[in-house]
């Protein structure tokens, strides 16, 4: 074993040579922020009006209370980093602390589920609750039937606790703290397989909560199985590392070079401690087998990421072929049996774009020439954000290898994502996807740029440029997650509103919707027929401007059964602030349906109108005229 590597591989790491006398006070300090910080978050929530909420998002209503709760437990954080705190739990509870003010602030300020597509979700929980089975060859929302273990999950909880999916909305919102919180319990023990140093650890965790904006930790199969791949990560980089202590790589038919590649990309990485045959490693090797099948079950796109996640450890001699044989085989099964309806009509499409560049790969990235001036600079920070994590991470990574410190298991990881966007044709969101699923290794060579050896970054002079690094990337994160909120924030009127319709309308009804942003689906969702008047081809959509109630009454008078048009708030701040339509567009076809004969208001609320055909249409099969379309009276001497 080289040199490098015996000095990197000691049980107990030496302190930090710089840990410097009179920071006994540290731990009291960073204990009276971090409570003063969350007294003075709590105090504050009540002041958060949503409804007052402009373009820019969350930002837009945050009391200065809150501003400042955030800036202490940041403060808090960059302290609990020092040499006498960082060993103990206040790096934890500092950033546990950071996750509330974050992800906790939303989901109690707005008092609602966000984002639709939790609302889907919640409808394919709703379906299996009334069905007590699956549809796979659903001509709607297909794919949630073919990987349904998240959704079954979920039904399962809500019969227990007699919860329909209105009622599991309420759990629903919390999502997002909940499993930043488990990713905090997870990602220290996957970071620790790459350094003993715990500065490093946990400023890699902070890194990974404030740059994780995409918005994949919501209530969805995807951040549950984004989950499930950290855990297993840590199982196989740890116990199930096929390396016994002082030993080299796992002997394999490979060439000389290959194996001292092997050995030279692995020099950073503390040595295991536990033996083969220990029952730690039996019971690591059942969970692992056992979340693989989770995830398999749970998500399309995320067991392809393990594979190649896996593959990249074993071809780096820290993993033996059998998880990656047996993910590979639990992926075909379940491919070709049980989501084979899904997969067969989708097969000719993967094969003829397998090895393409995704050519929608920039498809959900906001066009910056038509949204509105304020979601350009949501749209400039989230790309500034991710763009300065990566840049941290390069310049980080290349200060390691400068200390002698090569991570080869940390750049597979964090480059394993990547053959995905060549792989599938999943659209815009790949590219999301894949910035998600790099994160933690980003983060972890973006904090080694302060921490890359345990003799650096000890000096006070680091204090200072990492809390406002810190800090700016705190205000990216507000702006980059939050900065649709006006548009992803739904009111209780816009739930009630919707919950009406979806339990009055008749099955087989068409369900004409202003766009798809709103509370949707979420219940008795595979009765209807939907047509968002947003994805309408431009053509369409400019005929509906020109005469609102003669083309939507032209449409519900030619439905076979009922047909209803809803209109919400946040559907008008969607089409106004990304530019899909000219502005004020829903809002006039509203004034339109409201003031028209031909139509009837069945409900309202203050931020939702749902209007049917008026009955004497419906009925004789003609149009009632407009005020101005009937001639003025005439007299006669």
Known sequence: MSVARKASAGAEPAEPVAASAGTGATPIVTILLLAGALVLWAWSLPDIDPDAMQELGLVTILPIAVWTSIGLVVLAFVLSLRPSTVRGPLPFLTLTGLILVLHATPAIAYGTLRYSWAWKHLGIVDFIQRHHSLDPEATYLAAYHNWPAFFAAFATIGDWLH???????????????????????????????????????????????????????????????????????????????????????????????????????????????????????????????????????????????LILALGGLFLLGRLGFGYVLFAIIAEIVWLFYFADAFFSASMNDLVAQFGAMNADMTAKLADLAVVSPAQRIVSMASRGLSAAIVALAVLGGIRRLLAHQVDGAAAALALAPMPLLVMTPYGGEIIFRAYYYALPFLAFFAAALIFPTLDKGVSRLWFLPMTVLTLVLVAGFLLANNGKDRQYRFSPDEVAAADWLYTNAPSGSLLIEGSRNYPSQFRNYERFRYVPISLEPPETRNEILADPTGVLGRWLSEAPKAGYVIITRSQQADVDDLGIMPKGALARIDVALMGSPRFILVKATADARVYALNPVVAKFGRWLPEPDDIPEATTSD
Do not use: K
């Open 163 to 305: 919860l329909d999916s209105l009622g599991l909305s309420e759990i629903a919102r919390y999502f997002p703290p909940a499993m930043n919180f488990l990713y905090l319990l997870v990602l220290p023990q996957v970071f620790r397989r790459f350094t003993d140093d715990w500065r490093l650890i946990w400023l890699s965790c902070g890194l990974f909560l404030v740059g994780n904006w995409v918005g994949q930790d919501y209530f969805s199969p995807q951040g549950s199985a984004f989950l499930f791949y950290l855990v297993i990560l840590a199982f196989v980089l740890g116990p199930l590392q096929p390396v016994p202590a002082g030993s080299e790589p796992a002997a394999m038919p490979l060439s000389g070079r290959i194996r001292r590649f092997q050995l030279w990309a692995s020099r950073a990485m503390p040595e295991p401690r536990v033996r083969p045959g220990s029952m730690l490693r039996i019971t690591s090797a059942a969970l692992v087998l056992a979340l693989t099948l989770a995830i398999v079950a749970t998500h399309q796109l995320t067991p392809l990421l």
